[in-house]
């Protein structure tokens, strides 16, 4: 048999129906909704009259629009409160399991997934937000769609697809003391550009992933849209099914031992061919910083940022634009930068493992009186966690507060805002203009590096800060 | 439920010259609380277009009486980002039938498709003529023939020939849709569910 690449044999596994020379009916295993981009799919279906074909495929959580303070009471915005409330609705009104405000296991749909169990190896994950890339950390597929899309999964249980292009990204060798699997995303997406990766779906290999924790590994996939790809995945080993093992919506028993003698066979065969092939080596990679306006504008947080002189002339005007925005000149250095605002959370670093990391370099130290910190924890359940490990105790400790689970201020719907001309170190996945609030200054970094800007309240490398 | 049909567009169009323009700066987060599709086209490029207290910014090309047209002309890599059909919905609700670019992201690019609205992708030196040719005279034409998968540039008669899949283009000039589509393969997809191995 022909060798063919893990994605192929998910893929091809979920065809349901292809058009020559056109896209794919794709069935979709599991499909996450939320607050913002779901409504209008109901009202498409209900409009066409039809009902929800497989509401038990379906499952819902609100995040984006949330209040991340006082969650016990009425949301204060109307706007916000009525988006919500028509998720209650629509939910109940097609059978569709909801994970509510105030249910245990409400938070961002990305770290809720995982979490229960409901993300498996193999599976179609589809979700109307751009960072459901994230599940592929199991070895699925799995993507972001539009608001019409949605519409389809619930209509059908299938999207529309064209096959994207194929794309291994390899990184040898284990990281540095101090590098993060962020670092490694970052360093990542700065070498292949915001869009370099559009068109391709990724598969991560090499050591370098092969030894990161799920959390490290949802990490990485959650930010393969940042260069443009729809998603990335990487082939499930003994560390997914360990981190599967026993979650709630799991197979449990004899059939979780069936599951995993089927997800073993899910890797790329030796000999598979990618349309593009791309090798790093994990000693080059330090701890990282975006200094512009998309996530493709990062570097190692030790150097400066680029001379106008070697960025390439039909990019300057957006360059000069980025650093306009950010408030900074080419070749500047970027420590010692004063900061003003720390955020820790965000479907890419808001898990349990981000909150202990950045827990345990604060522990016995204080945060800076410069800095304002945020840390939103990805779930109630990561919430809950947090407490039960003590990590909340030492955050206070240390001057920190754990705010509630959503997506507050990576993307600023909510009241979660840095305030215009500010600058944020934060663990999320955007510095686009204006996500974090009109006018805010994003610096994309790792928890890690969060937690040591926080408590030196300007720009320095982590691992200075440690060995001091 | 059938969409409006597309077959020509002829228009002037609006540059926005700058590259990687995500979907964030089409519509800001803050605006996607509705829970319809309406309405969107008021803050289409928001905080480029207006500044903090709501007053339009002198020089962005929305705002300049001198570019108008159906067509939005586009900087390299348009649309990234966010995956908010919201944003294609801004497009269409602004009055744009067509997006020209020379990348388009792929969610975006998908999202216009399902919303009637056609993404042109053209190569970096079309483009920049095309920003040429408006800089000359804003009033400048371009012809969008989606039968004939063609844009022209009328004062010079420059025509390019673009990329569609057939699906696609069948679904847009009849004005199909996906939905129902996949609503009309209900057996095959119960058929999939009980065969599939995987």
């Not at chain 1, 290999?205 to 030894?211: D, I, K, L, R, V």
């Not at chain 1, 970027?334 to 827990?359: M, Q, W």
């Not at chain 1, 201020?409 to 996945?429: E, F, H």
């Amino acid at each position: 048999m022909k060798p063919t690449t893990l994605f192929d044999k998910i893929w091809d596994a979920h065809v349901v129906h292809a058009i020559d020379g056109g896209p794919s009916a794709l069935y979709i295993d599991c499909h996450l909704i939320h607050e913002v981009t779901s409504p209008q799919a109901f009202a498409g279906i209900e409009k066409r009259g039809v009902a929800v074909f497989r509401p038990e495929r379906t499952f819902a959580t609100p995040d984006h629009n949330v209040p991340t303070i006082d969650q016990h009471l009425p949301i204060k915005d109307a706007l916000s409160k009525f988006q919500v409330d028509k998720l209650t609705e629509n939910c109940h009104r097609h059978g569709i399991e909801l994970f509510g405000l105030n249910h245990p296991y409400q938070g961002i749909v990305h770290v809720v997934g995982p979490q229960l169990g409901l993300t498996q190896p193999g599976m179609t994950i589809v979700c109307g937000d751009s960072h459901t890339s994230t599940h592929g950390a199991f070895g699925a597929i799995a993507f972001g769609i539009g608001t019409s899309e949605v519409e389809m999964v619930l209509a059908s249980q299938c999207i529309m697809q064209p096959k994207p292009k194929k794309m291994r990204i390899t990184v040898n060798g284990p990281l540095q003391e101090g590098v993060t699997a962020k670092d490694l995303i970052l360093f990542i997406i700065s070498k292949v550009s915001a869009s370099g990766g559009t068109g391709y779906f990724v598969e991560y290999a090499g050591s370098a992933f092969e030894t990161l924790s799920m959390e490290g590994r949802m990490t990485v996939c959650n930010m393969s849209i940042e260069m443009g790809a729809r998603g990335g995945l990487i082939a499930p080993d003994q560390t997914t099914f360990d981190y599967i093992k026993g979650r709630e919506r799991a197979p449990q028993g004899v059939e979780f031992d069936k599951a995993v003698a089927r997800w073993k066979t899910l890797k790329t065969d030796e000999g598979a061919v990618f349309d593009k092939e791309l090798v790093f080596e994990a000693a080059d990679i330090e701890p990282m910083l975006t200094f512009g306006t998309n996530p493709g504008m990062g570097t190692k947080i030790k150097s400066s940022i680029p001379s106008l002189g070697s960025i390439e002339a039909s990019e300057r005007d957006s360059f000069k634009q980025a650093l306009d925005y950010m408030g900074f000149q080419a070749g500047d250095e970027l420590l010692g930068k004063p900061i003003d605002y720390v955020f820790v959370g965000s479907c890419t670093n808001g898990r349990i493992e981000d909150l202990r990391e950045v827990a345990k370099f604060v522990k016995g130290k204080k945060k800076a009186d410069n800095i304002t910190a945020w840390i939103v924890p990805g779930s109630k359940q990561v919430e809950k966690q947090a407490h039960e490990e003590g990590l909340v105790q030492v955050l206070e400790e240390a001057g920190f507060k754990l705010r509630q689970p959503g997506c507050s201020a990576c993307l600023a719907m909510n009241d979660d805002k840095i305030p215009a001309g500010k600058y944020a170190v934060s663990t999320s996945n955007r510095n686009f203009e204006g996500r974090q609030g009109p006018g805010a200054r994003t610096l994309l970094a790792s928890p890690l590096t969060a937690a040591a800007v926080a408590v030196a309240g300007k720009i320095v490398d982590p691992r200075e800060l440690t060995q001091n | 439920m059938a969409q409006e049909k597309f077959t020509v567009v002829q228009s002037s169009a609006v540059p926005i010259a700058l590259e990687n323009v995500d979907t964030d700066q089409i519509i800001p987060a803050r605006f996607l609380k509705a829970t319809t599709r309406e309405g969107f086209g008021a803050n289409l490029f928001r905080d480029w277009r207006y500044d903090q207290a709501g007053n339009p910014i002198a020089g962005f090309p929305l705002n300049d009486s001198k570019y108008s047209g159906q067509i939005l002309l586009a900087g390299k890599n348009f649309g990234c980002g966010s995956s908010r059909e919201h944003a294609a919905w801004a497009v269409h609700d602004a009055g744009f039938k067509v997006v020209v670019s020379s990348f388009f992201a792929d969610i975006f690019k998908n999202n216009c498709l399902n919303n009637g609205v056609l993404p042109v992708q053209v190569t970096p030196l079309f483009a920049t003529a095309m920003f040429d040719a408006i800089k000359e005279d804003p009033k400048t034409e371009f012809r969008v023939n989606l039968e004939k998968q063609t844009i022209t540039i009328q004062s010079t008669g420059e025509s390019l020939g673009f990329d569609i899949s057939p699906y696609k283009k069948e679904c847009l000039i009849n004005g199909y849709d996906d939905i129902d589509y996949l609503i009309n393969l209900k057996s095959k997809v119960e058929t999939f569910e009980m065969e599939r191995t995987l």
